[in-house]
């Protein structure tokens, strides 16, 4: 299905917590421009805005600042201007706190979606989710602005939300239905529902005011997190960055030393919008999410908040309500983030990007995401494997979340069963040294700092007694018992004085008898770190490089099994991932493996075919046309090594070539070439090989100059052409429907043979009289050489004679010896066709069957062919009532097809005709197989040949054209005896 076109950013702003992830997340947003995810051209900037110091608002406005001066510089301002956003669609997308269950934040937490129809395959991400739902769904249509969207939630909006912005200004916030119960523990927005102006905006209610939002559905309307401003609205949100205090808010007043103030998008900036807040409780207000704090911290946000009404307060604040939407935010309850990734009740587990060895073993309800599964892994329901390398015997229980594991870590899960737990490997940086942690919880555990709290879904005082952990080794004396929590608790290894870490340095806890007092002491022995301390230490580039290493491991694994199991399933999405993200060399790798092993030539043809796909993947659009010669003498010994079946060692030497042909685009294009030229060997050897099921009748060799002569008629396409030649056949399998014609009353393709007392081969190719046939004579097997070369005069006529059996052109024998010990002399062989070059009616592939039925006959051979697969059934007839206008439809169908099959093959003289014809005709379209050929038409009248020669006579700028008549043919090829005289 075509993806609706969305909206094309001009800026897109991520906003990172940590200064060391400014880069990295950088990085991220460009690969999903390379995906097409973003659209080409957009400015995308990641910039540093931790909102433990600002705040969401705050956020907000440093990142409109940011926007603003960079296309201010872009415009070749030497100031910030707000003129730059008049014409800008801006989208900042706030990446939040941190997250217990992802080292990169819920923007980047893998989800169990897959996009079959996604140019690129990629493993999804929440962010890839919110981006689509923004570009495609909730900004569509949306006059100039900045949309600001959080990325701490999980969306779902229909493809048509029914936005309307006629007459729209001011602010928008986009909510979603969630129940009253929902809501005690959420923002929801109190609206007038006759013009849907927002009145006031509620955080964890009183019963009292979650029900005045109730609506008519049931549902309270949700704050989703996603607002849009007007330009003028962010002119007026801008010109308060020069305005203390709420200059604080960017970077400018944080780098000239200004006191940092907390601002809430909701709570401060949108608020002071709303119809029924007063002045004197907006100022007096605190944001929910600043919670307590000093007096001094109070006045200088009711100073900030001041300035926020002075700006936006004759600003209208509307709601769009989206009823068949949802929302969920990712909260810290691991039971909540399991069930967002599982589907309870599913009949199988869910496997996305990734590959298992045995899936008998998945239970239903389970999750599979972006992992490598060797041997017998056991997952129960409810449970979910991400970013994980294992090898088994493994049993994972159920209620588990088991995370950033390698191979390597296998083995401390033998013998184990896992049940409601959480058990996560990190990527760490430590002075400056790389290195890996493992942190394990339960996933009854509580986050929050409120409670007694507990630890692998125990008190701690029953985990102190279990383990022997004292309360000392967490916490240092002077700690608050209020500050005495999970998220406080030194409990994880970092560093051992001897030896790595692994799994079973926090894995011993589950059942410390059994590992003795030694684990005990390894662990006091060990630098440890508590969940907060960890947090800076996190390296997210290893964590995102780890991550994009296994999803093409896991890749390779699929694209050997499709190639070697001959699925019909295209590769092409992986081939722009490996080369977008800059992974080509182990794809190519694995493709020569898969192409030099494989006992099948078509499964290393289709290799091959894969290997030219990532090279001209690599020339990203670059270097030329894809199509073109290959025949370069460089690439002669890979394809003599594969002409000789030898097929290991012309993998090999074909690897060895492209290694040369890597450091240009124009290069690239022709080593996609001759891999190509090298599939098409391998090719013609599994399309020879159907020579051992044909059977032949030999009868007596014609004598010595008499004409055996094949007549067969041409071809055309009504749909499905090319989709039956590879390499598109590997991918999807191909079908044509086609019917066999006369031109103009005559068949037009034909061929004759004779033998020959010289033990020679003689090749006429030409009209049917020779006076304007150009001729070949062959003496020897070398003349034979370039049979293979499509474009070497005689090839096919050349290929022929081997596909005939009459030529071994292996053999240790000359050329005459082998003519004459088999048939006492030579042959002649003559082909014409009466179309013109490239008419698109099936000349090439028609002429090859033409002259094979004549050779074999002239060689004392008759060939049975097989029965017509589907019977004319009088279509001559058929063709002129009935079935015809929905016949025309396939074949205006067909040529759009063909049109996005080959973008460009419609010259604009053609679309012109097919344009000036269109009221004549059923339908129409050209007869090449990717565009050109002659333009075939179904007439609404019998007989328009007149008619239609009329139309295009008084049409200015078709240049040269003319009509021909086409009948069915229903005999097909015709195969006559002729005397060594007869008239041709």
């Not at 990172?16 to 060391?20: P, R």
């Not at 607002?227 to 960017?250: I, Y």
């Not at 399309?687 to 008629?713: H, I, K, T, Y």
């Not at 596909?803 to 082909?831: M, N, P, W, Y």
């Given at each position: ?14 906003t ?5 992830c ?156 969630g ?74 007043g944080?780098d ?17 919008m709303?119809?029924?807040?007063s ?12 919670g307590?704090?000093?007096?001094g ?14 700006e ?67 997952l ?35 013998g ?22 493992f ?28 383990t ?12 608050l ?15 051992h ?64 099994h ?122 013609r ?31 055309v ?22 019917l066999?014609?006369?031109?103009d ?43 293979c ?8 006529l ?38 013109p ?78 344009d ?35 139309v ?6 078709l ?23 007869a008239?041709?």
């Open positions: 299905m075509e993806q609706l076109k969305g909206v094309d950013w001009t800026v897109v702003i991520l990172c917590q940590y200064k060391d400014v880069q990295v997340f950088q990085r991220e947003l460009e690969v999903r421009q390379k995906r097409q995810q973003i659209p080409t051209g957009t400015l995308l900037l990641a910039v540093e805005d931790p909102e433990t110091r600002v705040g969401s608002g705050g956020a907000t406005l440093n990142a409109l600042l940011v926007a603003a001066e960079h296309l201010s510089a872009r415009a070749g301002f030497t100031v910030v201007t707000s003129d730059v956003l008049h014409s800008a669609w801006i989208l900042i997308l706030h990446l939040g706190r941190d997250f217990p269950f992802d080292d990169c934040g819920r923007a980047f937490t893998c989800l169990p979606v897959e996009t079959p129809q996604a140019p690129v395959e990629a493993s999804i991400c929440n962010l890839d989710c919110l981006l689509d739902i923004m570009t495609h769904r909730l900004g569509l249509g949306s006059p100039p602005g900045v949309w600001v969207c959080s990325t701490d939630m999980l969306l779902s909006v229909p493809p048509n939300p029914g936005i309307s912005w006629d007459g729209f200004r001011g602010a928008r916030v986009v909510a979603l239905p129940s009253p119960a929902y809501a005690l523990n959420h923002g929801i927005y109190l609206t007038d529902s006759q013009v849907g102006l927002v009145l006031d905006i509620y955080y964890q209610g009183t019963e009292a005011e979650i029900r005045r939002c109730v609506g008519p559905d049931g549902h309270v309307p949700l704050v989703s997190g996603v607002v849009f401003f007007s330009v003028e609205t962010a002119e007026h949100l801008l010109a308060t960055h020069v305005s203390p205090p709420l200059d604080a808010c960017t970077y400018m944080l000239s030393g200004a006191r940092p103030v907390q601002l809430s998008l909701f709570f401060d900036i949108l608020l002071c709303a119809k029924n807040v002045m004197e409780d907006f100022l007096m207000g605190r944001p929910p999410e600043l307590g704090g000093d007096d911290a109070a006045g200088y946000l009711q100073g900030a908040r001041a300035q926020l009404w002075r936006l307060r004759d600003q209208p604040l509307t709601v769009a309500y989206v009823p068949d939407g949802s929302y969920t935010y990712m909260t810290s309850s691991a039971s909540e983030f399991l069930q967002s990734l599982t589907l309870p009740g599913a009949p199988g587990a869910q496997i996305v990007h990734s590959q298992v060895e045995e899936l008998q073993l998945l239970g239903a309800g389970s999750s599979v995401i972006s992992c490598l599964l060797e041997g017998p892994i056991r129960d329901p409810g449970s979910v494997l991400q970013h994980c390398h294992l090898r088994g015997p493994i049993h994972i229980g159920s209620g588990c979340f088991v995370s950033g594991l390698d191979r390597a870590q296998s083995e401390a899960l033998h184990l069963e896992l049940r409601d737990l959480v058990l996560q490997g990190h990527h760490m940086r430590l002075h400056g040294s790389l290195g890996r942690a942190t394990l919880t339960g996933r009854l555990d509580s986050w929050e700092r409120q409670g007694a709290g507990t630890y692998l879904n125990m008190s701690w005082s029953d985990f102190f007694k279990k022997g952990i004292r309360d000392w080794d967490l916490w240092d004396p002077d700690t018992p209020a500050e005495r929590c999970l998220l406080t608790a030194r409990l994880f290894p970092v560093l004085p001897s030896r790595a870490l692994g799994p079973r340095d926090m894995l011993w806890m589950l059942d410390p008898q059994e590992a003795g007092g030694e684990a005990l002491r390894a662990w006091r022995a060990s630098w440890r770190l508590s969940w907060e301390q960890l947090q800076p230490c996190l390296d997210r580039a290893a964590t995102l490089a780890s991550r994009r290493d296994l999803f093409f491991r896991q890749a390779l694994y699929k694209a050997r499709v190639l070697e199991a001959r699925q019909d399933l295209s590769l092409r999405p992986l081939t722009w991932a490996a080369v977008h993200e800059g992974c080509p060399g182990p794809l190519l790798a694995t493709l020569d493996q898969v192409a030099a092993g494989a006992g099948d030539p078509g499964v290393a043809a289709r290799a091959l075919a894969c290997v030219a796909d990532v090279l001209g993947c690599m020339a990203e659009g670059h270097g030329g046309l894809r199509s073109g010669p290959a025949a370069n003498p460089e690439w002669m010994r890979p394809f003599l090594y594969l002409e000789c079946g030898d097929l290991a060692r012309g993998v090999e030497a074909l690897a060895q070539e492209r290694d040369k042909w890597l450091s240009r685009p124009a290069l690239l294009v022709r080593a996609a070439r001759h891999y190509e030229g090298a599939g098409q060997i391998l090719i050897q599994a399309v020879m090989s159907a020579q051992n099921f044909v059977s032949m009748e030999r009868v007596e060799l014609p004598a010595p100059g008499q004409w055996v002569v094949a007549d067969c008629p041409a071809r396409d009504f749909s499905g052409g090319w989709s039956d030649t590879p390499p598109l056949a590997y991918e999807l399998g191909g079908a044509v429907l086609g066999a014609v006369r031109v009353g005559r068949r037009p393709i034909g061929a004759r043979a004779r033998r020959l007392l010289e033990p020679e081969l003689w090749l006429t190719i030409g009209p049917r009289q020779d006076e304007m046939a150009t001729k070949i004579v062959c003496r020897s097997l070398d003349d034979l050489q370039d049979y070369q499509p474009h070497a005069p005689g090839a096919l050349k290929a022929a004679f081997i596909c005939a059996g009459i030529v071994d052109i292996r053999s240790k024998l000359l050329l005459s010896e082998q003519l004459l010990r088999t048939f006492g002399g030579g042959f002649e062989l003559h082909t014409w066709s009466e179309l070059h490239g008419s698109g009616l099936g000349t090439s592939s028609i002429l090859a069957g033409a002259a094979l039925a004549a050779l074999q006959r002239a060689a004392g051979r008759v060939v049975g062919t097989e029965a017509l697969i589907h019977a004319v059934l009088h279509l001559e007839q058929v063709l002129t009532t009935g079935s015809l206008p929905l016949l025309g439809q396939f074949l205006t169908s067909y040529w759009e097809q063909k049109k996005l099959m080959a973008p460009g093959c419609e010259p604009l003289a053609v679309r012109h005709m097919m000036v014809l269109a009221p004549h005709v059923h339908g129409q379209s050209l007869a090449g197989a990717g565009g050109g050929g002659f333009l075939y038409l179904l007439t609404k009248e019998p007989r328009q040949k007149e008619a239609l020669e009329a295009l006579a008084k049409t200015k700028g240049g040269n054209h003319s009509i021909h008549l086409v009948e069915v043919d229903t005999q097909g090829l015709s195969l006559k005896l002729l005397g060594s005289e008239a041709i």
